[in-house]
């Protein structure tokens, strides 16, 4: 880390974590009309991409437990808004995929997020947005 001042690296750590916590305050405030928790957006979001993946695929992609999902997938399930199939390569883990209720929800909230993104933002420069973009990708692989 030659050049590196590592108060200056600690205050980018800080205002990550500051950040982070303001854009879950945000998001559990524009989830609040939908019925569901921001785990629960976080878990449709994979299956809204992905399609259909198991309960430890997505735990290893959202870098948390497994039993936090399956929690998320259970409240997922009772809200109706995702079904299970067979997983023909894992009997005892079955796929999971949002229903055409939770596709059309989260398509909702995802129209809604960019708005919202948007309007966050617009005031900061193409090559800003693409030095941040770049700079937290580095950090999160060398955390990986």
């Known amino acids: 880390m030659s050049g590196v ?3 200056e690296s600690y205050q980018v750590i800080w205002l990550i974590r500051r950040l982070f916590r303001a854009l ?11 019925g569901i928790s921001v785990a629960d957006r976080a878990v449709m979001e994979f299956l809204y991409t992905n399609k259909m993946l198991s309960v430890p695929e997505i735990a290893e992609q959202y870098k948390v437990s497994r039993q936090h999902v399956q929690a998320t997938i259970n409240s997922l399930l009772e809200a109706g808004l995702v079904v299970t199939k067979e997983n ?3 009997k005892r883990s079955p796929l999971i995929m949002l229903n055409t209720k939770g596709r059309d929800l989260f398509g909702k909230i995802l129209k809604k997020d ?4 948007e309007i966050l933002f617009s ?10 973009q770049q700079t937290l990708q580095s950090l999160l692989n060398e955390l990986s």
């Not at 005031?123 to 941040?132: G, P």
């Open 88 to 90: 023909p390569r894992h």
């Open 24 to 34: 879950s305050q945000k998001s559990n405030e524009n989830l609040e009309g939908y």
């Open 123 to 132: 005031r900061l420069s193409r090559k800003n947005i693409q030095i941040t």
């Open 5 to 7: 001042n590592s108060n």
């Open 114 to 117: 960019k708005e919202i993104i």
